[in-house]
């Protein structure tokens, strides 16, 4: 007589096994061909991808005078997979000049895909910014006992003059948006923020290189892979020479301090803007480095609006402040001159340079008269 039970029980058995064969064929299918999971890991395991970031360009006023440079600067750089677990947090704290409380914040901010979108455990994530030498010196002395962690060359900007703030504008960390935009740049990237710096951006920024570095199973770097054949070195950006006379410039802003206006002086013949003045202004030094974003909120709070360029866009609304300590109210206007006058070179500075500060000082005391 047959044992239907035990029967039965056959085919359940025998069904749960080769649905568990399915999984696991299943399973190793995606593991192999369709996630790319384990190559990551391999990949970091084997190869370290350093971006070499290029060399931002420099800008030139009319007569080659220098405006803006680059200074070094230096990145701290950490790939999670490989700092988890082997780091001493006290002692990499001390090096970096931090506490464990800021320590602790900036890696669940890095680890953060709401802050940090491109984040992966594999690849280089930005811990800090623009350490200086100094910094960096100390740093560098500890640096072997802090393994996942590497230091990125960079640059960041210096202005040689406190002037010309509007027409220059700045350089900034780069966006979400920013990053959405255009997918040259990654989390930690500097971008043009304002006036010439943001005009022209694509031309000053140049183009990244990428060296690719082999390492062994300690992750102790062994030198270029394949001697560098797959490496790409940096463009670095093109100089730009502006129209502007800083000079000229500074001569504008000093008679313009004190005052809410605006000046912009135009060489007739061409079109060239030789200066471009809105007054309250900021010195650009104070836009650089660490500091730069606590500097930018307190120039956007300050009620004077120090950061609204009243030369290009007027009068407005939130322009508007209190009128107890004014000189000269908010006003808008375009000083058209000759440049050159005469055929003698440093003579025809002297004497353009002469006739500014008469045009200027007529309309100043005449702006003066009609609002007092």
Not at 127 to 151: A, H, T, W
Not at 175 to 190: K, L, V
Not at 277 to 284: A, F, G, I, L
């Amino acid at each position: 007589m047959k044992d239907f039970n035990l029967e039965n029980r056959r085919y359940v058995i025998g069904g749960v096994g080769i649905a568990i064969v399915l999984i696991y064929t299943l399973r190793l299918f995606t593991l192999q061909l369709l996630s790319d999971d384990y190559k990551k890991n391999a990949d970091s395991n084997a190869f370290l991808k350093k971006i070499e970031f290029p060399s931002r360009g420099t800008i030139y006023d009319r007569n080659g005078k220098l405006m803006v440079y680059n200074q070094p600067a230096y990145d701290i750089m950490v790939v999670m997979n490989e700092a988890r677990g082997h780091l001493d947090t006290l002692e990499f704290c001390s090096a970096l000049g931090i506490t464990k409380e800021e320590f602790i914040t900036r890696m669940k901010d890095i680890k953060d895909r709401n802050k940090n979108p491109g984040y992966s455990r594999f690849t280089q994530q930005l811990f800090k910014s623009q350490l200086s030498d100094k910094e960096f010196s100390v740093f560098r002395e500890k640096m072997f006992r802090f393994p996942g962690f590497y230091v990125q060359k960079r640059s960041i900007r210096q202005y040689e003059y406190p002037y010309a703030a509007h027409v220059l504008g700045d350089v900034g960390e780069v966006s979400d948006a920013d990053i959405e935009e255009d997918n040259y740049y990654q989390p930690g990237d500097y971008i043009g923020k304002l006036g010439v710096e943001k005009a022209y951006e694509n031309q000053l920024r140049g183009e990244k290189g990428v060296q690719i570095l082999l390492r062994d199973a300690h992750g102790r770097i062994q030198g270029s892979y394949q001697n560098g054949k797959f490496d790409t070195k940096p463009v670095a950006g093109k100089d730009l020479t502006l129209s502007i006379d800083v000079k000229l410039q500074a001569l504008a802003e000093r008679m313009l301090q004190g005052k809410i206006g605006s000046v912009v002086a135009i060489e007739p013949s061409t079109g060239e803007v030789l200066a471009l003045v809105s007054s309250p202004t900021y010195d650009p030094r104070t836009l650089v480095g660490r500091m730069r974003s606590k500097t930018h909120r307190a120039l956007s709070r300050n009620v004077w609006k120090p950061l609204l360029n009243r030369a290009i866009t007027g009068k407005s609304k939130s322009s508007v402040v209190p009128s107890s300590h004014l000189i000269v109210s908010h006003t808008f206007f375009i000083l058209i001159m000759s440049y050159r006058t005469g055929s003698g070179g440093s003579m025809s500075l002297s004497i353009s340079s002469m006739l500014l500060i008469h045009f200027l000082h007529k309309i100043l005391q005449s702006l003066l008269h009609k609002n007092f």
